[in-house]
């Protein structure tokens, strides 16, 4: 299989190194090793006692019994561990499908819930949202979708880049078409509990046997570079993997599921102060949009850390968002790079200050090339 470039990662390759302030990623501020000892109550002396052998193929008891009981239904057999939620995507997703196998994916969407099944063979069916509709999932248009014999429907919600989601009835709904439709449900649930109104979705693995999710202590937890991610399925689905597995990594660290058991235990003093920036900055967010309506245009997010404006008169993002890294040393990731290049994806998970200065940089930049369009016309 040959995968086609991956042109999010490579923009953030290019840039994410190279900048001061970031306003185009999808996370949170990042925690320290420090802050993990003080908020999760151990030790060096506790490091010290880990024993770096290998560990077991779907995760380690302690941590895949952690993660079952913070995001689960309680069964650690419903857990599978891995290096981020991208390689849970991977290995779900190249073992349930098959060439010619007709998916549902949301669109836009986080590209590799795509590319896996495009790589496979698989026929993808669009299912649009549009920025005229709030972003809102339209489930009449699923249901019309899936009336054709499908084989799984793939979503994101909360959702990256727009931040738009589904409210508790619409969730229940969205489960009932994908069983009505016997298809599997593949939910990638990266910004879970990040929602800046109501209470996270329930799981779908709770009501579907055909349901797979897919978590991560990268996006709402400040942990990217711990790369942990899981995927909860019934046990089928999950030993059906393995062969897959045995062929890439194996297993994770023994360090790494120390430190993922722990989170997971803990996960609400990670999670609280990081959702409360993101709630800040989000007010700071609209007010900003609300004062510059003729630089951009922004549908107001129901959870995660990233929105999907349009930046007024600008056809094609991609030059604006090489300028800002370029000369003022600030990320934005160009709308290109989810397939809409009037937009951009727009992070408000950092830290207020830096924040606020990528905003004012930003509409800095765009009335400057409102002032060079005006001069050329």
């Not at 738009?164 to 016997?182: N, P």
């Not at 994806?345 to 800095?364: H, I, K, M, V």
């Amino acid at each position: 299989m040959k995968y086609a470039p991956a042109e999010l990662e490579i923009w953030m390759r290019d840039y994410y190194f190279a900048v001061d302030d970031d306003i185009g990623s999808s996370g949170v501020a990042d925690y320290s090793l420090a802050d993990l000892r003080e908020l999760l109550g151990f030790s060096s002396a506790d490091l010290d006692a880990i024993v770096l052998r290998d560990s077991m193929s779907l995760g380690g008891d302690e941590v895949r019994a952690a993660i079952a009981d913070r995001w689960g239904d309680g069964d650690p057999h419903k857990v599978m561990v891995t290096h981020g939620a991208s390689e849970a995507i991977y290995l779900v997703m190249s073992t349930l499908l098959d060439p010619g196998d007709r998916v549902v994916v949301l669109d836009p969407v986080y590209h590799s819930l795509a590319s896996t099944a495009r790589t496979l063979g698989c026929e993808l069916v669009p299912w649009e949202i549009n920025a005229a509709d709030g972003y809102r999932p339209d489930l009449g248009a699923l249901r019309a979708l899936v009336a054709e014999p499908t084989k799984a429907i793939v979503v994101n919600l909360p959702h990256n880049p727009t931040g738009t989601s589904v409210t508790a009835a619409e969730r229940d709904e969205l489960v009932a078409i994908a069983r009505s439709a016997g298809a599997y449900l593949i939910w990638d649930q990266a910004f879970r509990e990040m929602v800046h109104a109501g209470e996270p979705l329930r799981d779908p693995i709770n009501d579907y046997d055909r349901a797979v999710s897919f978590g991560t202590l990268s996006k709402g937890y400040g942990l990217a570079g711990l790369r942990v991610g899981w995927c909860l399925a019934h046990p089928d689905v999950l030993d059906g993997v393995l062969d897959l597995r045995d062929r890439t990594t194996l297993h994770l660290s023994p360090l790494v599921e120390f430190l993922a058991a722990r989170v997971a235990r803990g996960a609400d003093r990670l999670l609280a102060p990081r959702l409360d920036q993101a709630r800040r900055n989000l007010v700071v967010l609209r007010q900003w949009a609300d004062d510059n309506p003729e630089l951009v245009d922004l549908v107001t997010p129901m959870g995660g850390v990233s929105t999907f404006p349009r930046l007024v008169g600008i056809d094609d993002t991609t030059a604006l968002c090489h300028r800002l890294a370029q000369e003022h040393r600030v990320l934005l990731v160009p709308g290109s790079c989810f397939g809409d290049p009037q937009r951009v994806r727009l992070g408000f998970g950092g830290p207020a200050a830096s924040l606020e200065r990528g905003l004012d940089r930003l509409a800095g930049v765009l009335r400057e090339e409102r002032s060079l369009q005006h001069v050329a016309g």
